[in-house]
């Protein structure tokens, strides 16, 4: 008998004990099912005998059953129960939870829970004809779901002592210090940077935030949202916070409808006035909708900076990196879109026999119509990535000269310099960080939107924002 079978039967011995121990009417464990997903924890279905009937159960812990300590931005499993309790006690729909694992369990961090049914993908929450008669009511029902959480009662349920505190202000300098650090110049990062600045929410309210409510993070069933899950990242801050995120063009899935790509802005506040009685400031959702493209920008750097310095050489890691031009010419588009050129392939290459480009299709067809094909699970998924990365590069061979030269001369003549592109970037960076160079500048919006427009040209052509862009 192997080590590895050793582990697993150890694990569901434990884990047969804690559930009969703990989940009332349990008498048995009878299945134990890792399921796929959930990349910073640990999804299981259990099928249990409960009352003298078969029924399934689902437990989440942390990776490896690993004992965690408590960060501010993160937690931990035992308050995510917590946080799933509360909303449900204030009518938001979530799983009963049966039982916080301590540490006598043996199993980690974390807990067991109702299973609940629902479709968690937001492609097909947006897409299949089975939730067609339910999309049209979507947005108002996940606004009134976001102000039950928004009036959760921070004190009475205890979550005030056990989540961070973070206003707009300091959570925009949290992600401006994260996105310095890299040292990577990314000037409509910093002109979002400073708009957002400028543009401070002045209301105080702040309340439970989930902080990444959106379709892949509720169950939807043809009748409704089913449960709201993934509160890892919650914490007290801004309510608007909330409804801007999922209006941010990245969770819309290819979809033209702004909420979550099913629904209307409109909707979504009077779902959420009809609960809290509160209206809804449409530029105060704003803020929060580029704000979500401002964070996604960066964290998407964030995994480009991991592949460099981490020990995890995925190859998703830099290809999510490319996917920051996504989110920037989603600022581009809501604060300052407008006509811009988008550059034609230059052809012509001189080549060996074969040539550059034909080497690398080579590998990228390898890729898709072979170890696609004979891969399975997260092997096959990666095959398609480092298939689509390869695409990218392909499409720089074509783009990536003309492109680069374009936005060298631009910045040669607003400086009046020759120096070199990167330090150029640099001093744009610089000054829209410093206000040396306002934001109302034309020369500069013009310049930034279609440097951007053609870098994502090269990285995602058919990214809805990209499609946005050529609209003007």
Same mark, same amino acid.
């Given at each position: 008998?192997?080590?590895?079978?050793?582990?697993?039967?150890?694990?569901?011995?434990?884990?047969?004990?804690?559930?009969?121990?703990?989940?009332?009417?349990?008498?048995?464990?009878?299945?134990?099912?890792?399921?796929?997903?959930?990349? #910073?924890?640990?999804?299981?279905?259990?099928?249990?005998?409960?009352?003298?009937?078969?029924?399934?159960?689902?437990?989440?812990?942390?990776?490896?059953?690993?004992?965690?300590?408590?960060?501010?931005?993160?937690?931990?499993?035992?308050?995510?129960?917590?946080?799933?309790?509360?909303?449900?006690?204030?009518?938001?729909?979530?799983?009963?939870?049966?039982?916080?694992?301590?540490?006598?369990?043996?199993?980690?961090?974390?807990?067991?829970?109702?299973?609940?049914?629902?479709? @968690?993908?937001? @492609?097909?929450?947006?897409?299949?004809?089975?939730?067609?008669?339910?999309?049209?009511?979507?947005?108002?029902?996940?606004?009134?779901?976001?102000?039950?959480?928004?009036?959760?009662?921070?004190?009475?349920?205890?979550?005030?002592?056990?989540?961070?505190?973070?206003?707009?202000?300091?959570?925009?300098?949290?992600?401006?210090?994260?996105?310095?650090?890299?040292?990577?110049?990314?000037?409509?990062?910093?002109?979002?940077?400073?708009?957002?600045?400028?543009?401070?929410?002045?209301?105080?309210?702040?309340?439970?935030?989930?902080?990444?409510?959106?379709?892949?993070?509720?169950?939807?069933?043809?009748?409704?949202?089913?449960?709201?899950?993934?509160?890892?990242?919650?914490?007290?801050?801004?309510?608007?916070?909330?409804?801007?995120?999922?209006?941010?063009? #990245?969770?819309?899935?290819?979809?033209?409808?702004?909420?979550?790509?099913?629904?209307?802005?409109?909707?979504?506040?009077?779902?959420?006035?009809?609960?809290?009685?509160?209206?809804?400031?449409?530029?105060?959702?704003?803020?929060?909708?580029?704000?979500?493209?401002?964070?996604?920008?960066?964290?998407?750097?964030?995994?480009?900076?991991?592949?460099?310095?981490?020990?995890?050489?995925?190859?998703?890691?830099?290809?999510?990196?490319?996917?920051?031009?996504?989110?920037?010419?989603?600022?581009?588009?809501?604060?300052?879109?407008?006509?811009?050129?988008?550059?034609?392939?230059?052809?012509?290459?001189?080549?060996?026999?074969?040539?550059?480009?034909?080497?690398?299709?080579?590998?990228?067809?390898?890729?898709?119509?072979?170890?696609?094909?004979?891969?399975?699970?997260? #092997?096959?998924?990666?095959?398609?990535?480092?298939?689509?990365?390869?695409?990218?590069?392909?499409?720089?061979?074509?783009?990536?000269?003309?492109?680069?030269?374009?936005?060298?001369?631009?910045?040669?003549?607003?400086?009046?310099?020759?120096?070199?592109?990167?330090?150029?970037?640099?001093?744009?960076?610089?000054?829209?960080?410093?206000?040396?160079?306002?934001?109302?500048?034309?020369?500069?919006?013009?310049?930034?939107?279609?440097?951007?427009?053609?870098?994502?040209?090269?990285?995602?052509?058919?990214?809805?924002?990209?499609?946005?862009?050529?609209?003007?």
């Amino acid at each position: 008998m192997s080590a590895e079978v050793t582990i697993v039967q150890a694990f569901e011995a434990t884990l047969a004990r804690v559930v009969t121990a703990h989940v009332a009417g349990c008498s048995a464990l009878l299945k134990v099912e890792r399921l796929s997903g959930g990349a #910073s924890q640990e999804t299981y279905r259990l099928t249990v005998e409960k009352d003298g009937i078969e029924m399934p159960l689902a437990m989440r812990r942390t990776p490896g059953g690993e004992y965690l300590e408590p960060l501010p931005a993160h937690p931990g499993l035992d308050v995510e129960a917590r946080l799933m309790q509360a909303a449900k006690a204030v009518g938001v729909p979530e799983p009963e939870v049966y039982h916080v694992l301590t540490r006598a369990d043996g199993l980690g961090d974390g807990f067991i829970m109702e299973w609940i049914d629902g479709e @968690a993908l937001g @492609a097909r929450i947006t897409r299949d004809a089975q939730f067609e008669s339910i999309r049209p009511t979507l947005a108002k029902e996940c606004g009134r779901i976001l102000a039950q959480i928004h009036s959760i009662d921070l004190d009475a349920s205890g979550l005030r002592t056990r989540l961070a505190e973070m206003t707009p202000k300091q959570f925009l300098a949290q992600m401006l210090e994260r996105y310095h650090a890299f040292g990577e110049p990314q000037p409509m990062i910093d002109y979002a940077g400073r708009w957002l600045e400028e543009n401070l929410p002045t209301s105080q309210r702040l309340t439970l935030v989930h902080n990444d409510f959106r379709a892949g993070n509720f169950l939807l069933t043809p009748t409704g949202i089913s449960a709201v899950l993934d509160w890892e990242v919650a914490h007290i801050g801004d309510p608007m916070r909330d409804l801007g995120w999922i209006c941010t063009n #990245s969770w819309r899935f290819g979809s033209a409808l702004p909420v979550g790509g099913f629904g209307e802005y409109q909707d979504l506040f009077d779902g959420y006035s009809e609960v809290s009685g509160i209206s809804i400031d449409p530029e105060h959702v704003k803020f929060w909708e580029v704000f979500g493209s401002f964070w996604w920008a960066i964290g998407c750097l964030g995994m480009a900076e991991h592949y460099r310095s981490g020990p995890d050489q995925s190859v998703e890691r830099p290809a999510i990196g490319r996917r920051t031009s996504e989110c920037q010419i989603d600022c581009v588009n809501l604060l300052i879109p407008g006509a811009a050129d988008l550059l034609a392939s230059e052809g012509g290459e001189i080549a060996e026999m074969p040539s550059t480009r034909e080497l690398i299709q080579s590998v990228r067809d390898y890729l898709r119509d072979d170890a696609m094909v004979n891969l399975k699970g997260r #092997s096959q998924f990666l095959a398609r990535v480092a298939g689509n990365s390869l695409d990218i590069v392909l499409r720089e061979l074509a783009l990536g000269g003309q492109h680069h030269q374009g936005e060298l001369g631009r910045l040669q003549a607003y400086f009046d310099t020759d120096e070199d592109l990167m330090s150029l970037r640099t001093k744009l960076s610089q000054g829209l960080r410093e206000g040396s160079i306002p934001l109302s500048d034309e020369r500069i919006q013009a310049h930034l939107r279609v440097t951007v427009l053609n870098q994502i040209a090269i990285d995602q052509p058919n990214y809805s924002g990209f499609k946005r862009a050529r609209m003007h």
